[in-house]
């Protein structure tokens, strides 16, 4: 869903919630591995878990704040009749629901699975690869987040990566997606070009 829609702006500003002194670089670290797994060099005792009911609440009480990327409903509809086409995200599935519902693309999408399906992504994952009895090669995942490149890559999933959302280019390529795109019009194109030329 950071694909589709802008929201590190919000993400970093509700930060505090878990990380009171927290600052921009050692927030986007926070995702180069799952978020909900550990703190990656900082220092986080019990009291984050707690933290992540009202870190949700205010997320969806500030929602509007976050804004379809300005393209990527095209690129959603057009990969649709391609493709089926799946969401796996950290975030609570309503978030999700209120970025797709107003264009009507939440159809599109075979399962959204949010936070509230589970914290592991690699688990989401697989659980649609076993549900569709479905080959990895088959999949490409495309994500802002060099977290989401490793754990995609734990089921030998290949990425594509963006260079709008969390992570700058010389954080994402750390991961060796199979691209990095700079644009909507770029990022159809090379899921394209993946799946011609698997």
Known sequence: DGVIA?????????????????????H???????IFEGTYGMECGPECKSEYGSFWAELLARK???ALVPGMDAVVRDCADNHDMFIVSSTIEEAIHH???????????????????GESKVAKIRSILAKYDADPAHY????????????????SISAIAVSWGFHDR?????GEPLAFVESPAALQAAIESHFMNP
């Open 64 to 66: 509007d704040e976050m």
């Open 170 to 174: 010389e954080t994402l390529m750390r």
């Open 28 to 34: 986007k670290k926070l995702f180069e591995g799952n």
């Open 140 to 155: 490409v995942f495309i994500t802002d987040t060099l977290g989401d490149i490793r754990e995609a890559g734990r089921l």
């Open 99 to 117: 970025i797709l519902d107003p264009l009507k693309l939440r159809p599109l999408f075979k399962e959204i699975l949010g936070a509230n399906a």
């Open 6 to 26: 802008e929201r590190y702006a919000l993400a970093y500003d509700l930060a505090p919630k878990r990380h009171p002194h927290i600052d921009m670089p050692t």
